[in-house]
């Protein structure tokens, strides 16, 4: 019997290999002449403080890699969009990146609004998203994505870290403030914050809860109003020229030696602050990736990147370049196992993404394994700002740090949910002096 | 050039068509460049009088979150853009019986502060609105048929190009409408007006709510296309992307704000794809030439190109 095709059924067939997704059609993925990343930072406005570091180390270590024959074989080139204009442009260029310039990975985001409107794209365009730099706990506990994971840590390890060092190192408090930015970070971290120290410590007493307005440039009313409240301690998870501006404003008016301020994000400022930022304070760098860590698992490794940054930018690189780094070293890692997986063919979208799950990639200080719902596990270390004479600014000292998985809420339960469950006992068991 | 209108409307909208199943990225960018030349069919009402609003992205975002709130309830697009739509002519009404009163720089400002109240509303409310991490918006059932992807995307940008057509049309009747005609009285003297025995803030009231009304269609297609709301869409910035795009287009005639819109979301979507760090300066650029060299606008530009007035 023969078979003739109908033109109705050549029609259908047609357009079912033009609508079917790539993932579905049987056709083995091509081994691509680049592999092009599409890389999403705040290239404008006040969150390019973080925005413009990352890509200068991203373009770095694009450099360096494609100088070593590339990942896989296959060098590597960024296309940057800007987040600043909002979402409805961003979910355009996410769009343009994958359907027009055919990018075969998307680094995702610094804002939590970002990951929040963009990280649903990567099932419905089926593509490799790695969110680098974006905390929202909301991403991964209340959807479940096959294409998307943090190569990161997220919010609430880099809120209970700081929490849990503060309760160990100065441990009778009684009562606190707050002073965050306002918007959404602010309002979570104050939010994850609250919930493990009602847990912790129950019955401290909040004497403020401050959230001025996003973008801020003069926080005298709120320092009098902590001056006048006499808290013993104050958490700002504020960061840019916010947290410069507030802590410029406090010393100047000696609010630190009258109450201990924990700053989990203040790595990225210490630079720009200098010698103005005052001595034992605790300060975070939501990460593992201190300039001074003591013992990183491959000192050499952490050198080199952290010389190449300074000798290129002539600064020295803040977290975001580490975040940036991270996802650069995963998706290395996750391609080739990808490709070890296929005896050197190269993997389609879904098989590249499968092979990011439970993926453990090393970076210089440690390794970050991405578990079971996409969330990465990242060590945190938190210490109290102090001086020495390698660095022109401040770096910690009496560092603590917590491994990954003991400061995150396990797979499929809610951050407040879980912090609600941690007991006292917590502080003396989790972490370890370095 | 009243005549040619239609027909070049009729060539725009197949551009856009060829252009959408030519790259099906633009067909994003495509919505909402329809969905933002809805809303400045309001600012290009309220230009008709002379006046110029700075806070029109309030109907937007107002548009925007009845969807995103409303979405989860009563899930079917085809009921929520009649309340977007509803919702954003009550609150226009309510706004436009304050700031009517008012004209020029008072009037710009205090649509201005309304939108910023907005704005600091959307931030401020978090526990309700999840502040500047916004809501997300699921793809919905479009008259009880539920759709994929792709079919759903195709059918937002057919009714926002249906609804185009279907408002620009009306638009031009009421334009050309004793009440539309009044508007221009306003603009050159509102005594003269009231002499005639038109009550001049009525007139401006009701153009003022129809251009609310517009601004919710406008900002129910933008939550339905982009798909994630969040409190930026009312932001001043947003407002005066809108007068930017009614000066872009030129307020000669309704297809004024979709040349306008389709120039300035092509123009920024390809000055942020070919200098990320410089798109705001080309955008700028483009303007001023415009301001410069072609007072009336993209319209205007087409009009002297025919040979026609372009008003």
């Known amino acids: 019997m023969t078979t003739t095709l109908s033109r109705r059924e050549a029609l259908v067939a047609g357009f079912g290999g033009v609508m079917l997704p790539a993932t579905l059609s049987a056709q083995p993925a091509q081994k691509p002449a680049e592999l092009k990343i599409g890389v999403t930072t705040f290239l404008s406005g006040p969150a390019s403080v973080f925005g413009v570091p990352s890509r200068k180390a991203c373009e770095m270590l694009i450099d360096q890699l494609n100088a070593a024959g590339g990942i896989a074989g296959v060098p590597v080139r960024a296309f940057f969009v800007d987040e600043a204009p909002g979402t409805d442009h961003l979910v355009g260029e996410i769009r343009r990146l994958v359907q027009s310039e055919g990018v075969h990975v998307l680094f995702q985001s610094i804002s939590s609004g970002s990951c929040l409107a963009c990280t649903p794209l990567s099932r419905e365009l089926s593509k490799l998203m790695l969110l680098w730099d974006c905390g929202t706990q909301r991403i991964f506990e209340e959807n479940r994505y ?75 009313t709120e320092i009098t109003r902590l001056l006048a409240l ?29 109450s201990i301020f924990v700053l989990p994000v203040a790595e990225a400022s210490m630079q720009i602050l200098g010698r103005s930022m005052p001595e034992g304070h605790i300060i975070g760098t939501r990460g593992d990736h201190w300039n001074n860590h003591p013992a990183p698992k491959d000192p050499a490794a952490f050198n080199a990147f952290v010389n190449a940054y300074r000798q290129r930018f002539n600064e020295y690189p803040i977290y975001p370049c580490h975040h940036m780094a991270q996802a650069v070293w995963a998706l290395k890692a996750g391609l080739e196992k990808a490709v070890a997986a296929k005896n050197g063919a190269w993997p389609s979208d879904a098989e590249l993404a499968a092979a990011f799950r439970g993926l453990t990639f090393p970076t210089p200080t440690s390794t970050i394994t991405l578990r079971e719902d996409g969330q990465g596990l990242e060590d945190q270390i938190v210490g109290l700002s102090s001086f020495n004479d390698r660095f022109p600014f401040a770096v910690p000292k009496d560092m603590m740090l917590y491994p990954g998985a003991s400061v995150s809420a396990p797979v499929g339960q809610k951050s407040t949910d879980w912090l609600k469950t941690l007991q006292p006992s917590v502080v003396q068991t989790a972490g370890r002096s370095i | 050039m009243r005549k040619i209108e239609p027909i070049l409307a009729i060539l725009v909208a197949a551009a856009m068509i060829v252009a959408a199943i030519a790259a099906p990225w633009l067909r994003f960018v495509l919505t909402i460049a329809l969905a933002k030349g809805i809303a400045v069919m309001g600012i290009l009402l309220l230009l008709r009088a002379g006046q110029v609003s700075f806070g029109h992205a309030l109907y937007i975002a107002f ?42 720089i008072f009037f710009g400002m205090l649509n201005l502060a309304m939108a910023m109240v907005f704005y600091s509303l959307l931030e401020k409310l978090y526990a309700i609105t999840k502040g500047s991490d916004g809501i997300r918006v699921e793809i919905m059932p479009i008259a009880g048929q539920a759709l994929e992807r792709v079919t759903y995307e195709w059918t937002i940008f057919g009714i926002a190009l249906g609804l185009a057509f279907v408002l620009g049309f009306l638009l031009r009747l009421y334009l050309a409408s004793p009440m539309g005609e009044a508007l221009a009285g306003i603009k050159t003297r509102e005594t003269r007006l009231e002499f005639m025995g038109v009550p001049a803030r009525g007139v401006l009231l009701s153009a003022y709510v129809m251009s609310a009304v517009l601004g919710g269609i406008g900002g129910a297609l933008i939550a339905m296309t982009s798909r994630h709301v969040t409190p930026l869409l009312s932001y001043w910035t947003s407002s005066g992307e809108l007068v930017f795009i009614a000066i872009l287009g030129g307020a000669g005639g309704v297809l004024g704000p979709f040349l306008g819109a389709a120039a300035y979301e092509l123009v920024r979507v390809y000055a942020a794809a070919s200098f990320a760090d410089a798109w705001q300066m080309i955008l700028g650029s483009v303007l001023l030439l415009v301001i410069l060299f072609a007072p009336g606008g993209l319209w205007g530009m087409a009009a002297r190109a025919i040979g026609g007035r372009g008003r």
């Open chain 1, 146 to 220: 096959e294409y998307a994971f943090r190569t990161q840590g997220y919010g609430t390890s880099e809120v209970l870290a700081p929490l849990l060092y503060l309760l160990k190192h100065k441990p009778d408090f009684r009562t606190v403030a707050v002073l965050n930015q306002d918007y959404a970070w602010g309002r979570d971290s104050w939010e994850l914050w609250k919930t493990a120290m009602d847990a912790l410590k129950p019955g401290v007493r909040v004497v403020a809860e401050m959230f001025p307005r996003f973008g801020s440039t003069d926080f005298s």
């Open chain 1, 230 to 258: 006499r808290p013993d301690v104050i958490l700002s998870t504020s960061w840019g020229g916010e947290l410069v501006t507030f802590v410029r404003q406090a010393t100047e008016r000696r609010l630190h030696e009258r």
């Open chain 2, 63 to 104: 548009g925007a979150y009845t969807v995103a709130f409303l979405a989860p309830r009563f899930g079917d697009a085809m009921i929520l853009l009649p309340l977007a739509a509803l919702g954003a002519g009550v609150l226009g009404l309510l706004i436009g019986l304050f700031v009517t009163r008012y004209r020029q």
